[in-house]
């Protein structure tokens, strides 16, 4: 569906852009308005006050999409492999949702840019939903708006969710906890077998994709990271990393990536982990929103409660701030 859809008069398309009237976003974003669905995500990004109503009205539709992490230095190929695996996905059926997250910048800056350039094939494409997002300003950053995007996605009927953050400080981890499987990007040459072990990248990755294989020391890049993979410790039944070579610019190794996805998936479900994984998410996800409630809880008490008097109590030796917390933790479950 477009913008000037015949069906729809200009009122109601303005009406869904700035609409706060949650059911009727989610009825729409059911029925697969890409204007609900871009609307609900920029609330969801936004923070607004109706996040909570939101999630309460998605929650039935949770865990019906497979998310899939891709994560990797800048320029590693991240955003050429998502546009290629969502074709990938399109011509088994699936409906696909893309995130591309810019853990750096709250504008739409030149990566995001560039993103929209290398994903403009599905641009027109019903099945396929695409959305930039910033997390800087968040509190929780990545951790906080994302789900709630996911989970946006999957409500609106998306099989797969594919999430794309750099590889940058926190990202790569975070992404890891929010996927079922995570996809770690390298290229040869950019001394990213190395880098990855200190970014404890090994932890994390379910699939390595050595991409821009084109180029000179894919070789040594995929024999490095084998090498590692065999000096990690794995218990027998443990996942084994899978090494999968691409060009993404050719669209080559797009469908080794597709397969080395699909059997992560199926030894997901096969050892119950897909449930582990999902139950790990959720909590962390419930402790970030309550830990959010308790600090704002704790910003509003600054102002005509105990803390002014415990600080004075602090602050003169009286007592000590342990105690003053506790007694203040005391006050917020009243
Ligand atoms: N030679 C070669 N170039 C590639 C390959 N894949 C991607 N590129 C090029 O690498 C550059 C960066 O590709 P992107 O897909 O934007 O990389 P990215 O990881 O999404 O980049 P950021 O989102 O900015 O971190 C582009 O110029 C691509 O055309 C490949 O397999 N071989
Ligand atoms: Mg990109």
């Known amino acids: 569906m477009s913008e000037s859809d015949a069906n729809v008069p200009a009122a109601v398309t303005g009406s869904v852009r700035r609409s706060r009237d949650v059911p009727v976003l989610v009825e729409r974003a059911r029925e697969g308005d890409p204007r609900a669905v871009a609307r609900l995500i920029t609330l969801v990004e936004s ?68 993103d929209r350039v290398r994903m403009q094939d599905h641009a027109t494409d019903p099945g396929v939903y695409i959305r930039s997002m910033s997390s800087r300003g968040h509190l929780g ?3 906080a708006a994302t789900p709630q995007a996911v989970r946006v996605l999957e409500g609106a009927g998306c099989d797969v ?28 040459g950019m001394g990213d077998a190395i880098q990855a072990v200190k970014a404890g990248i090994l932890e994390i990755a379910d699939i390595f994709v050595v991409n821009k294989a084109d180029r000179d020391g894919a070789d040594a890049t995929v024999r490095d990271i084998q090498g ?20 993404a610019t050719r669209a080559e190794g797009i469908d080794d990536i597709a ?33 959010g409630v308790l600090r704002a809880r704790i910003g509003s008490l600054r102002d005509g409660t105990h803390l002014p008097a415990l600080a004075a109590e602090v602050a003169a030796g009286a007592t000590d701030p342990y105690a003053a917390a506790d007694a203040l933790l005391a006050q917020l479950a009243r």
């Open 259 to 291: 397969a080395a996805i699909d059997k992560h998936r199926g030894w997901l479900v096969e050892h119950d982990e897909l449930r582990r994984r999902r139950e790990a998410r959720a909590a962390a996800e419930i402790e970030a929103i309550a830990l």
């Open 161 to 188: 969710v594919l999430v794309e953050t750099v590889g940058v400080g926190q990202a790569e981890v975070e992404v890891a906890s929010l996927a079922d499987t995570t996809l770690v990007l390298l290229a040869p």
């Open 47 to 114: 923070g607004d006050e109706t996040v909570p109503s939101i999630a309460a009205a998605l929650a039935p539709f949770a865990g019906q999409a497979q998310v899939v992490g891709l994560t990797g230095s800048p320029g590693v190929g991240k955003s050429t492999t998502t546009n290629e695996l969502v074709r990938a996905l399109r011509a088994r059926g699936h409906r696909v949702g893309v995130l591309a997250i810019d853990p750096s910048s709250p504008f739409t800056g030149g990566a995001i840019l560039g």
């Open 141 to 143: 950053g990545l951790s």
């Open 228 to 247: 590692m993979i065999a000096l990690g410790e794995r218990g027998p039944g443990q996942w084994r990393p899978q090494v999968v070579r691409a060009v």
